[in-house]
């Protein structure tokens, strides 16, 4: 007979090579199957009336701990405590003479009958119809609800992600229960069908399931399809304390130093993150129809910012110099000249390798830059003006009727950030443009 299984067992053992299938001999026909990739999940096997061998999957295994105050459901993660209960109520179904797989399979058509949409229809229908058009970063958004984005421009279901788990679940069944457990599940181990970031349980990830989860409810909502949020009365996520890391002089030295170590596309790629102060995932994707050698500008489309909104940066000579040195098709920075750049916390490591600067991001360059900015004279409202932001003197209806662009103001600015740049490198007084002069 196979031993009793426990939770802290459940939580130790481990993956191998093979699938794993471990039975419980505290409940007759339940056992945890653990595959290769570590996914652990409960499977019914039983015998029904005619002799065959049946198999029931009953969801993944609840890494909480948490026991629910809810009855236990397939399709829903589940402690070991969780599992024998949905377990031992399959086993009084069968002795009463009721097939369970062929119950499960008549509500499922009893569902589709009344028209109730399933949660894997839904998240597609949320990416394809709303993500898609109103998101900068929907395909983020996608991975998460278990869709994975494609080349061709459509969505596969992720194996083992909220799409997979949840393919024939109705969403009007999803209640709060099942919000906190997943939330809960990403926050310990990552998020369904992705390979988990980090090694410790992580807030920002769960906080942007919860708030994925939190529009495509209410989209739901709003189309009529859904009358109430399942996420509401679901403890949000803690939202972190905003940074406040600015790289010294010096350290922004040590990094203009590895970037020519590091060589193309990283390198360069920096330096104009160091230059231009844009976002990260708007330098990587800078193409070639974007830059204007004429006037020695950089416009960046509204689909590729924040805002939404065209933004407009001059370049100073020393970037245009860069992306003179850069032999490239459409996409100027790239590893395989089609698509941009992934993989950023590789290059992050070989970067706090190169440099020994310690806890810094990518988007630390940015704030430092505006900054250092402000420190070498450039007045606010023009760093702002460089930042693509539309608060401060952009702010409501101000906003409105303030569209000066301050173009020359602009590349004054960066051309005399970009020369305190150069002035660092060289060890020699920065050659200060009078922007009222340049003006």
């Not at 399959?90 to 008549?106: M, Q």
């Not at 989860?213 to 859904?226: D, H, P, T, V, Y």
């Not at 020695?296 to 100073?316: A, Q």
């Amino acid at each position: 007979m196979p031993a009793q299984l426990t939770a802290p067992a459940v939580q130790r053992l481990k993956a191998t090579s093979k699938r794993r299938e471990i039975r419980d001999g505290g409940c007759r026909g339940l056992i945890l199957v653990i595959q290769p990739s570590g996914h652990k999940s409960w499977v019914m096997r039983f015998t029904n009336r005619a002799g065959h061998l049946r198999r029931m999957s009953l969801g993944p295994v609840d890494i909480t701990g948490k026991e629910s105050d809810t009855k236990p459901t397939a399709g829903v993660p589940l402690t070991l405590a969780a599992a024998r209960q949905l377990a031992a109520e399959i086993n009084r179904e069968r002795a009463r003479g009721n097939d369970p797989i062929a119950v499960s399979h008549r509500a499922k058509l009893e569902r589709k009958a009344r028209g109730d949409g399933t949660f894997a229809t839904a998240a597609r229908d949320f990416i394809e119809q709303h993500a898609k058009r109103k998101t900068r970063r929907w395909p983020e958004q996608a991975r998460l609800l278990g869709l994975q984005p494609t080349d061709q421009g459509g969505l596969t279901v992720i194996r083992g992600g909220l799409a997979d788990r949840w393919v024939d679940r109705a969403i009007a069944e999803i209640d709060g229960d099942d919000i906190h457990h997943v939330i809960e599940e990403v926050r310990e181990k990552g998020a369904p069908g992705l390979e988990r970031r980090a090694k410790r349980p992580t807030e920002s990830r769960a906080r942007s399931m919860y708030a994925t989860l939190s529009k495509l409810f209410g989209w739901l909502i709003a189309k009529r399809r859904l009358r109430q949020n399942p996420c509401m009365g679901v403890a949000r996520p803690e939202t972190p304390k905003a940074r406040e890391r600015v790289l010294t002089n010096g350290e922004l030295v040590k990094l203009w130093k590895a970037c020519d170590q590091q060589g193309y596309p990283f390198g360069p790629l920096v330096k104009m993150l160091v230059l231009t102060a844009a976002r990260l995932n708007e330098v990587a994707g800078m193409r070639r129809t974007e830059v204007s050698e004429s006037d020695l500008t950089w416009t960046i489309p509204g689909e590729r910012t924040k805002n939404h909104r065209t933004h407009v940066l001059p370049l100073s000579p020393m970037a245009a110099d860069i992306l003179r040195g850069i032999q490239y098709d459409n996409l100027i920075f790239s590893t395989n000249g089609t698509t941009p750049i992934s993989g950023w916390s590789k290059v992050k490591n070989r970067f706090d390798a190169a440099t020994g600067i310690a806890k810094w991001t990518f988007h630390d360059i940015r704030r430092s830059a505006a900054t250092h900015m402000a420190e070498i004279g450039v007045q606010p409202h023009i760093i702002e003006e460089i930042l693509n932001h539309i608060s401060g003197h952009k702010a409501g209806v101000a906003g409105i009727y303030n569209r000066a662009a301050y173009s020359g103001e602009k590349r004054a600015a960066l051309e005399r950030w970009a020369n305190h740049i150069e002035g660092l490198l060289t060890g020699k007084a920065a050659k200060v443009i009078n922007l009222r002069e340049r003006k």
